[in-house]
């Protein structure tokens, strides 16, 4: 049974096959990381696949099966935010199920070695992994292609 849930503040990415819902308040970064991630070149020995944007400002929630999926609402589909710059196009997936939550912390140092397995955060009464990442770090965008290849291990 899918069960239709609510649009929600975040971003989310497709990254090593794998979504990741970015969030934190507004301001906190998330459309600049996804702007970087979308953007560096990762050497096929490190990202499989170029990541790819899902949505970002809004992700409308879905259930189905135990598992929870995002996508964009349709006035937004394929639109990146970029602060200073205006709204820009970029390519997008339809949807994705959601695999873990990276909680945006840009004014404070997140955990040195966060709890293994991950924390976990509820969303729509599914339980994901969360682990919580300072966005405007010069490695963030390579932090969160070894999120997702952590993620469901």
Do not use: W
Request: aromatic letters at 6%; charged letters at 20%.
């Amino acid at each position: 049974m899918t069960k239709a849930g609510p649009n929600i503040h975040a971003t989310l990415l497709y990254i090593e096959k794998k979504g990741l819902l970015l969030t934190g308040p507004s301001g906190a970064g998330k459309s600049d990381l996804a702007l970087r991630v979308l953007t560096t070149h990762f050497s096929n020995s490190f990202c499989a696949a170029p990541p790819e944007l899902v949505t970002d400002d809004q992700v409308i929630l879905r259930q189905s099966q135990g598992k929870l999926y995002g996508r964009p609402p349709e006035a937004i589909k394929g639109l990146l935010e970029v602060r200073g710059v205006g709204i820009c196009h970029f390519p997008n997936r339809e949807e994705s199920q959601i695999h873990g939550v990276i909680a945006l912390t840009p004014n404070q140092q997140p955990e040195r070695l966060p709890s293994t397995p991950f924390a976990t955060i509820e969303i729509e009464t599914i339980c994901l992994p969360t682990v919580q990442l300072n966005p405007f770090e010069q490695s963030a965008p390579q932090k969160l292609v070894l999120l997702a290849q952590n993620f469901g291990k």
